[in-house]
């Protein structure tokens, strides 16, 4: 089964900053990989899917790139709405969710 | 749009079966992947398999033998039973509704399972 690896697990971030995550898979999946937003006591919401396409009404300042093993979620200008914990999946071989990065205020 | 919704006993007994079904409402079941995804508490996201095609099946190996969804048309639910379940399968369950270009593109709002004696 494919593994997904995100780093960092915590990211501390100033109103404004740009922010990167990574995801790792352990075998290529092309480019079958969405991002996931979640806030406390809520179900995630889909963000970006097959790597790169904003989901409908999903801010600009998201964005996805990458393809094969390495993928990266960045926010251009980190908002006060967007301190919340972020998963990668893939869906190229079954599902696997990467462990989570949590965004914090810095 | 559509919505899901799960239902099912929040408490479970060590050693016995945890059942949940979702209810999907403004959409059919049907051409999607119908899935269970759980969260421990404090936890990331675990996928736990799905159904498509009206029947077929795929579940994450660790829990493959443990796990049976099933889909009811008529009813338009599909359902999830974890047998033989300990303290660790304690987590918020989630059903979804995904496709092969989106991932998940539907969540429930997940429903809390605790197993304890």
């Known amino acids: 089964d494919i593994q997904m690896t995100q780093s960092p697990s915590t990211l501390s971030a100033f109103v404004g900053d740009r922010v990167t995550i990574t995801c790792r898979a352990s075998q290529s999946i092309s480019s079958w990989l969405a991002w996931y937003q979640q806030k406390p006591g809520k179900a995630p919401k889909l963000l970006i899917y097959?790597?790169?396409i904003l989901e409908s009404g999903v801010p600009s300042r998201f964005s996805g790139s990458g393809s094969g093993t390495e993928f990266t979620l960045t926010i251009s200008s980190l908002q006060p709405d967007d301190f919340a914990t972020y998963y990668c999946q893939q869906y190229n071989s079954y599902w696997t969710f990467g462990q989570g990065t949590k965004v914090e205020i810095k | 749009q559509v919505q899901l919704q799960e239902s099912g006993p929040g408490l479970v007994k060590p050693s016995e079966t945890l059942s949940l079904t979702c209810t999907v409402s403004?959409?059919?079941?049907?051409?999607?992947?119908w899935s269970w995804i759980r969260q421990p508490p404090g936890k990331g996201l675990e996928w736990i398999g799905y159904?498509?095609?009206?029947?077929?099946?795929k579940y994450t190996p660790s829990l493959k033998s443990r796990v049976t969804i099933s889909v009811d048309t008529s009813k338009n639910q599909f359902s999830l039973k974890l047998s033989s379940v300990t303290a660790a399968d304690t987590a918020v369950y989630y059903c979804a509704r995904g496709n092969k270009l989106f991932g998940v593109i539907t969540w429930g709002q997940g429903t809390l399972v605790t197993v304890s004696s």
């Open positions: 097959k790597a790169s």
């Open positions: 159904i498509y095609d009206s029947g077929s099946t």
């Open positions: 403004g959409g059919y079941v049907n051409s999607y992947y």
